[in-house]
């Protein structure tokens, strides 16, 4: 969520190199785990990814909250994740955004993709979303688009000599 306004490209500090090359790495993690599929959840793959805090089924089918990864992956999928990720994977996330819409459009209610989903269920879904979830979505697509929330961010006074005083460097930006 610190992304939506702190531009991670040609971001460094004294632990990371690059921020964005960390984020998109994170978010190939999650793709390529769903391409491979090691549990063998249908539905999984390419156009079918995305992992993170959101409501979950549980074994007896009642509706709980998890923290879904790639250790901890229950056969859910959580679109926010791959959707919030169109910056680091574009051609990945509009996959997702485009089979959401075309072939699985009870996933998709009146704000869009529903916060927890799954085709190995039944194609089970939550009919409810999280704030917290869908805040996400549009603003990292207009980062993608346009980079608007970044700059906007990045080049407020306060955040510059915030993230001078914090020891960040950038290649983008001047602080």
């Not at 531009?7 to 390529?32: C, E, W």
């Not at 906007?152 to 306060?158: G, K």
């Amino acid at each position: 969520y610190s992304y939506l306004g702190l531009d991670p490209t040609g971001l460094s500090d004294r632990l990371v190199k690059n921020y964005f090359d960390l984020n998109r790495s994170h978010a190939m993690i999650q793709y390529s785990y769903s391409v491979e599929n090691p549990k063998q959840w249908k539905g999984y793959g390419p156009n079918y990814w995305g992992f993170t805090a959101s409501y979950t089924r549980n074994q007896d089918g009642t509706v709980g909250y998890d923290a879904h990864n790639p250790k901890n992956d229950r056969g859910v999928v959580t679109p926010t994740a791959a959707l919030s990720s169109f910056p680091y994977t574009p051609k990945e996330s509009m996959n997702v955004l485009r089979f959401l819409y075309t072939e699985k459009s009870e996933f998709i209610g009146s704000a869009g993709p529903y916060d927890a989903t799954s085709i190995h269920y039944g194609n089970w879904f939550t009919p409810r979303y999280l704030a917290i979830d869908q805040g996400t979505i549009a603003p990292m697509i207009e980062n993608y688009r346009t980079g608007l929330l970044w700059k906007l961010f990045m080049n407020a006074p306060e955040i510059k000599n915030g993230l001078r005083k914090l020891d960040f460097k950038s290649t983008k930006y001047n602080f």
